[in-house]
């Protein structure tokens, strides 16, 4: 038998251990790094804390195989795992020229200026090599020491699991001279992980060659698909998963949106490309998250409009033409507000779709009429609108990151004709 590799996680950010944020890491290491052979032996969550972070770098070196680090890659003073990591090494930090373009180059394509601020985050410990973050303005990197092989990430999902699938797995792969296990992730959205499970149970059962897990996240529900036993044969594997895909496609329809890291937001907007459709967006608790997801898309232009971020009551008065009347009867948390606020949005650009949101992200704001965490999206098209309302528990990253999805849902709904 093969002996094991271990493999360890250390998640950094204070934002993880006050319960700010939400860890969306883990279940998702545990599951790709089975794809190289490897088991996630353990994991820890340390604050922002420079002498910490280097001490368990400086120990765990000589104790596993693979170290992998997340978060704290970001361009501010709090952002310490860079140099925490350097720390721990015993190696000193060096400028990347070519990283450094790759920074600019992110905010020059978006039409934004690049903050000196950000020159940190093309700093690397001796010897480490960038792994590019297409996604983010803070690539990571890695390298090898004393028999332990060493990637550090930063923590948003969007950015690191591209980064993991299109760089860090292939880097294992070679440094542990390994066939990689076949795997493959089938996405999902507008399901639950119990009810999706209970739809296609019957389809699992016809698949006797693969492993079938779930990782849930805001946005739906992806199904990670690995062989059973290593050394099967690859073409008799990508056949079956072919099958396998098509199943879906017949019990899920749309639900069913793509394969691997291709995100929600892309199969909306070639969605909306493909019928010459249109969007304009009007968001007030989201702050313009929705309008940052579409244009984070090359090529969005052909589709997305504008995005109005109308927070103040007045504002969506004069830009988005809300009744004043309408405020002060029910609010700006209300459905008719979202219902206005999309139509408005709609008529001012001439746009196929207007897209709303309104809520209370909390933590405070709310009422016992109107508590925190609760959101409304609405969408709005020529003779016709839909309003939705919803109420999510947790923070307010969360809250607001699930009407997100909520809202893209939503529309993409209805653009495929439901």
């Known amino acids: 038998m093969e002996k094991r590799t271990d493999a360890e996680l250390i998640l950094v950010g204070s934002e993880l251990l006050n319960g700010e944020k939400q860890d969306h890491h883990l279940k998702y290491f545990g599951e790709v790094l089975k794809g190289v052979g490897l088991h996630l032996s353990e994991c820890r969550m340390v604050g922002d804390d420079e002498e910490l972070i280097a001490e368990i ?14 978060g704290g890659l970001g361009p501010t003073e709090d952002d310490l795992t860079r140099e925490a990591v350097a720390k721990g090494l015993n190696e000193p930090l060096g400028f990347s020229e070519s990283a450094w373009e790759e920074i600019q180059s992110y905010f020059e394509s978006r039409g934004r200026k690049v903050a000196d601020t950000n020159k940190k985050q093309a700093y690397f410990p001796k010897g480490a090599v960038p792994i590019p973050n297409r996604n983010g303005t803070a690539p990571g990197f890695s390298l090898e020491k004393g ?43 507008g399901i639950g992980e119990s009810t999706l ?84 967006i009007a968001e007030s608790l989201t702050g313009g ?41 029910v609010g700006a948390v209300s459905e008719e507000v979202c219902l206005e606020m999309a139509r408005g949005v709609r008529e001012k650009t001439g746009a196929t779709w ?31 609108q839909k309003v939705r309302k919803r109420i999510f528990p947790g923070s307010r990253d969360h809250v607001r990151e699930r009407i997100v999805y909520a809202s893209l849902y939503m529309l993409y709904k209805h653009v495929m004709g439901e």
Request: net charge neutral; aromatic share 10%.
């Open 197 to 280: 499970a209970s739809i296609i149970e019957g389809v699992f059962a016809k698949f006797d060659m693969f492993v079938f897990s779930s990782l849930a996240f805001a946005g739906g529900v992806d199904i990670i698909v690995t062989e059973r036993t290593p050394a099967q044969e690859r073409d008799m594997l990508k056949k079956n998963a072919a099958v396998f895909e098509q199943e879906l496609k017949r019990i899920l329809g749309y639900k069913f949106y793509g394969k691997g890291t291709v995100s929600f937001e892309m199969v909306v907007g070639e969605a909306l490309a493909r019928r010459g459709m249109t969007l304009s």
């Open 289 to 329: 998250y929705i309008g940052k997801r579409i244009t984070d898309i090359p090529g969005s232009s052909r589709y997305f409009l504008a995005d109005v971020v109308a927070y103040s009551n007045e504002a969506k008065v004069r830009f988005l033409g809300v009744s004043e009347n309408t405020l002060m009867r």
């Open 57 to 70: 770098v400086r120990t765990r070196l000589t104790a596993t195989h693979v170290l992998l680090v997340c």
């Open 354 to 384: 207007g897209l709303s949101t309104t809520g209370i992200a909390g933590p405070e704001g709310g009422t016992e009429e109107k508590p925190v965490g609760l959101c409304y999206c609405g969408l709005s098209w020529n003779g016709g």
């Open 147 to 189: 028999g332990c092989f060493i990637a550090v990430l930063p923590g948003p999902p969007h950015e690191l699991m591209p980064m993991v699938e299109d760089t860090v797995m292939p880097l294992l792969s070679r440094v542990l001279q390994r066939q990689p296990v076949f795997m493959e992730t089938f996405r999902t959205t």
